[in-house]
Protein backbone atom coordinates (compact mmCIF):
# COMPACT_ATOMS: atom_id res chain seq x y z
CA UNK A 1 0.00 0.00 0.00
CA UNK A 2 1.58 3.77 -0.67
CA UNK A 3 1.39 6.31 1.72
CA UNK A 4 1.24 9.75 0.93
CA UNK A 5 3.05 12.75 2.15
CA UNK A 6 -0.10 14.18 3.64
CA UNK A 7 -0.64 11.15 5.39
CA UNK A 8 2.86 10.58 6.85
CA UNK A 9 2.61 14.25 8.04
CA UNK A 10 -0.74 13.68 10.03
CA UNK A 11 1.00 11.44 11.91
CA UNK A 12 4.35 13.97 12.32
CA UNK A 13 2.30 16.56 13.24
CA UNK A 14 0.21 14.51 16.02
CA UNK A 15 3.35 13.74 18.11
CA UNK A 16 4.37 17.40 17.97
CA UNK A 17 0.73 18.21 19.12
CA UNK A 18 1.61 15.86 21.87
CA UNK A 19 5.07 16.92 22.98
CA UNK A 20 3.62 20.53 22.82
CA UNK A 21 0.67 19.72 25.11
CA UNK A 22 2.28 18.07 27.52
CA UNK A 23 5.00 20.28 27.96
CA UNK A 24 2.66 23.41 27.86
CA UNK A 25 4.25 24.63 31.19
CA UNK A 26 7.37 24.91 29.93
CA UNK A 27 6.72 26.74 26.21
CA UNK A 28 8.90 29.63 27.15
CA UNK A 29 12.06 27.23 27.81
CA UNK A 30 15.09 27.17 25.33
CA UNK A 31 14.62 23.50 26.23
CA UNK A 32 11.13 23.58 25.40
CA UNK A 33 11.90 25.49 22.16
CA UNK A 34 14.52 22.97 21.37
CA UNK A 35 12.99 20.01 21.54
CA UNK A 36 10.27 21.33 19.72
CA UNK A 37 12.29 22.64 17.07
CA UNK A 38 14.43 19.00 16.58
CA UNK A 39 10.88 17.48 16.58
CA UNK A 40 10.16 19.94 13.32
CA UNK A 41 13.44 18.85 11.67
CA UNK A 42 12.50 15.10 11.76
CA UNK A 43 9.18 15.17 10.44
CA UNK A 44 10.58 17.79 7.33
CA UNK A 45 14.05 15.52 6.94
CA UNK A 46 11.42 12.28 7.09
CA UNK A 47 8.67 13.74 4.78
CA UNK A 48 11.04 15.89 1.87
CA UNK A 49 13.94 14.50 2.38
CA UNK A 50 12.44 10.51 2.73
CA UNK A 51 14.94 9.72 5.79
CA UNK A 52 13.90 6.87 7.88
CA UNK A 53 15.21 5.45 11.25
CA UNK A 54 15.40 8.91 12.70
CA UNK A 55 15.86 9.22 15.98
CA UNK A 56 16.28 12.12 18.41
CA UNK A 57 19.38 12.08 20.57
CA UNK A 58 19.84 14.89 22.89
CA UNK A 59 21.15 15.41 26.04
CA UNK A 60 24.38 16.57 27.82
CA UNK A 61 26.50 13.72 26.34
CA UNK A 62 25.03 13.56 22.75
CA UNK A 63 28.26 14.15 21.71
CA UNK A 64 27.04 17.17 19.71
CA UNK A 65 24.43 15.16 17.26
CA UNK A 66 20.96 16.00 17.83
CA UNK A 67 18.90 13.59 15.58
CA UNK A 68 20.75 10.57 13.71
CA UNK A 69 18.76 8.83 10.30
CA UNK A 70 19.58 6.61 7.20
CA UNK A 71 19.51 8.32 4.03
CA UNK A 72 18.49 6.16 1.14
CA UNK A 73 19.91 8.85 -1.71
CA UNK A 74 19.16 5.62 -4.46
CA UNK A 75 15.68 6.39 -4.09
CA UNK A 76 15.91 10.30 -4.63
CA UNK A 77 17.77 10.13 -7.82
CA UNK A 78 15.64 7.05 -9.00
CA UNK A 79 13.09 9.56 -8.80
CA UNK A 80 14.52 12.52 -10.99
CA UNK A 81 15.70 10.38 -13.59
CA UNK A 82 12.23 9.30 -13.57
CA UNK A 83 11.09 13.07 -13.81
CA UNK A 84 13.97 14.89 -15.58
CA UNK A 85 15.38 12.21 -17.40
CA UNK A 86 19.17 10.56 -16.80
CA UNK A 87 21.58 12.78 -15.55
CA UNK A 88 23.44 13.71 -18.84
CA UNK A 89 26.92 15.49 -17.39
CA UNK A 90 30.05 12.96 -17.52
CA UNK A 91 30.70 12.37 -13.70
CA UNK A 92 34.55 11.29 -13.34
CA UNK A 93 34.74 7.92 -11.70
CA UNK A 94 36.37 10.17 -8.80
CA UNK A 95 36.50 12.97 -7.43
CA UNK A 96 38.70 15.28 -5.82
CA UNK A 97 38.55 17.93 -2.83
CA UNK A 98 40.00 19.95 -0.49
CA UNK A 99 43.23 17.37 -1.07
CA UNK A 100 40.48 14.48 -0.23
CA UNK A 101 40.20 12.14 -2.65
CA UNK A 102 35.96 10.46 -3.08
CA UNK A 103 33.35 8.34 -5.71
CA UNK A 104 30.30 10.19 -6.50
CA UNK A 105 27.73 7.83 -5.44
CA UNK A 106 26.14 8.04 -8.78
CA UNK A 107 28.80 6.27 -10.10
CA UNK A 108 27.90 3.03 -7.61
CA UNK A 109 24.45 3.57 -8.58
CA UNK A 110 24.84 3.27 -12.65
CA UNK A 111 26.98 0.24 -11.91
CA UNK A 112 24.35 -1.77 -10.07
CA UNK A 113 26.04 -1.62 -7.14
CA UNK A 114 23.70 -2.59 -3.95
CA UNK A 115 23.59 1.05 -2.04
CA UNK A 116 23.54 1.36 1.99
CA UNK A 117 21.53 3.99 3.03
CA UNK A 118 23.70 7.29 4.03
CA UNK A 119 24.64 7.34 8.02
CA UNK A 120 23.13 10.59 8.67
CA UNK A 121 23.54 12.72 11.59
CA UNK A 122 22.29 16.29 12.16
CA UNK A 123 22.63 19.18 14.54
CA UNK A 124 19.98 21.66 14.67
CA UNK A 125 20.51 24.85 15.99
CA UNK A 126 17.12 26.43 17.13
CA UNK A 127 17.82 30.40 17.31
CA UNK A 128 15.45 32.76 17.69
CA UNK A 129 18.26 35.59 16.37
CA UNK A 130 21.85 34.85 15.94
CA UNK A 131 23.14 33.38 12.48
CA UNK A 132 25.26 30.39 13.28
CA UNK A 133 28.60 31.73 13.72
CA UNK A 134 32.20 29.88 12.05
CA UNK A 135 32.64 28.69 15.72
CA UNK A 136 29.60 26.52 15.43
CA UNK A 137 30.55 24.93 12.15
CA UNK A 138 34.32 24.28 13.18
CA UNK A 139 32.81 22.50 16.44
CA UNK A 140 30.26 20.40 13.55
CA UNK A 141 33.47 19.28 11.58
CA UNK A 142 35.22 18.42 14.89
CA UNK A 143 31.99 16.40 16.14
CA UNK A 144 32.37 14.50 12.30
CA UNK A 145 35.90 13.80 12.58
CA UNK A 146 35.72 12.12 16.38
CA UNK A 147 32.38 9.83 14.86
CA UNK A 148 33.21 8.81 11.64
CA UNK A 149 36.66 6.96 10.52
CA UNK A 150 38.18 8.24 7.67
CA UNK A 151 36.94 5.22 5.65
CA UNK A 152 33.31 5.77 6.28
CA UNK A 153 33.77 9.53 5.47
CA UNK A 154 32.15 8.84 2.01
CA UNK A 155 28.88 6.54 3.68
CA UNK A 156 28.28 9.56 6.12
CA UNK A 157 26.98 13.13 5.71
CA UNK A 158 26.65 15.72 8.40
CA UNK A 159 23.31 18.41 8.56
CA UNK A 160 22.78 21.54 10.00
CA UNK A 161 19.59 23.01 10.74
CA UNK A 162 18.98 25.95 11.26
CA UNK A 163 15.81 28.94 11.11
CA UNK A 164 18.74 31.25 9.38
CA UNK A 165 20.75 31.32 5.80
CA UNK A 166 24.10 30.63 6.29
CA UNK A 167 26.32 33.75 6.12
CA UNK A 168 28.96 34.21 3.29
CA UNK A 169 31.51 33.78 5.67
CA UNK A 170 29.76 30.34 6.90
CA UNK A 171 29.60 29.86 3.25
CA UNK A 172 33.72 29.83 2.76
CA UNK A 173 34.23 28.00 5.43
CA UNK A 174 31.97 25.42 5.02
CA UNK A 175 33.37 24.64 1.39
CA UNK A 176 36.71 24.41 2.92
CA UNK A 177 35.65 21.46 4.85
CA UNK A 178 37.03 17.93 4.05
CA UNK A 179 33.43 16.65 5.01
CA UNK A 180 29.90 16.39 3.47
CA UNK A 181 28.05 18.37 5.25
CA UNK A 182 24.71 19.95 4.02
CA UNK A 183 22.95 23.27 5.55
CA UNK A 184 19.23 22.89 6.04
CA UNK A 185 17.36 26.22 6.64
CA UNK A 186 14.40 25.24 8.42
CA UNK A 187 11.73 28.20 9.56
CA UNK A 188 10.82 27.67 13.45
CA UNK A 189 7.03 27.07 14.24
CA UNK A 190 5.34 29.87 14.60
CA UNK A 191 3.07 30.54 17.91
CA UNK A 192 -0.64 32.08 16.83
CA UNK A 193 -1.42 33.93 19.72
CA UNK A 194 -5.26 34.72 18.64
CA UNK A 195 -5.73 30.63 18.96
CA UNK A 196 -3.20 30.45 21.34
CA UNK A 197 -1.48 27.41 19.07
CA UNK A 198 1.29 26.34 17.02
CA UNK A 199 1.02 26.91 13.19
CA UNK A 200 1.94 23.01 12.50
CA UNK A 201 0.78 23.71 8.62
CA UNK A 202 1.84 27.06 7.59
CA UNK A 203 5.44 26.80 9.95
CA UNK A 204 8.24 25.07 10.29
CA UNK A 205 9.13 24.12 6.76
CA UNK A 206 12.41 23.87 4.77
CA UNK A 207 13.21 27.26 3.47
CA UNK A 208 16.72 26.79 1.90
CA UNK A 209 19.19 23.67 1.30
CA UNK A 210 22.68 24.02 0.69
CA UNK A 211 25.48 21.42 -0.33
CA UNK A 212 29.33 22.35 0.28
CA UNK A 213 31.52 21.68 -2.22
CA UNK A 214 32.59 18.00 -0.85
CA UNK A 215 28.87 16.93 -0.39
CA UNK A 216 28.19 18.66 -3.69
CA UNK A 217 30.55 16.41 -5.35
CA UNK A 218 29.52 13.17 -3.51
CA UNK A 219 26.12 13.85 -4.35
CA UNK A 220 26.37 15.03 -7.83
CA UNK A 221 23.69 13.64 -10.65
CA UNK A 222 21.43 12.68 -7.39
CA UNK A 223 19.82 16.25 -7.75
CA UNK A 224 18.59 16.92 -3.99
CA UNK A 225 17.98 20.23 -4.84
CA UNK A 226 15.65 19.68 -7.79
CA UNK A 227 13.70 17.41 -6.25
CA UNK A 228 12.88 19.92 -3.57
CA UNK A 229 12.45 22.72 -5.82
CA UNK A 230 10.38 20.57 -7.60
CA UNK A 231 8.25 19.00 -4.45
CA UNK A 232 9.43 15.88 -5.73
CA UNK A 233 8.70 14.02 -2.22
CA UNK A 234 4.58 15.06 -2.65
CA UNK A 235 4.86 11.23 -4.91
CA UNK A 236 3.34 8.46 -2.78
CA UNK A 237 6.20 6.20 -1.44
Keep these: MKISLQHIRRLNNVAIEQYITSNKNIHGSTVFQGTLYENVV ?12 LERIGGAHDGGVDITAEWN ?11 LGAYADHIPKTRSING ?9 INQGKE ?32 LVPDRERD ?8 PHILTADGVKLINKLRLPLIYLQI ?10 KFDLEGSGHIISYYENEYAMKLLEGCRVAEWLKLHAYNHPY
Excluded: H
Excluded at 73 to 83: D, L, N, R, W, Y
Excluded at 155 to 162: A, E, L, P, Q
Design 115 to 146: LIPLRTLIQCKAFTSAKIAPKELRELAGTFSS
Design 187 to 196: GLLQFMAKSN
Design 73 to 83: IAGIEAKMSQV
Design 42 to 53: MRELGQKLRMSS
Design 100 to 108: VRLTPIINK
Design 155 to 162: KTIMFMCS
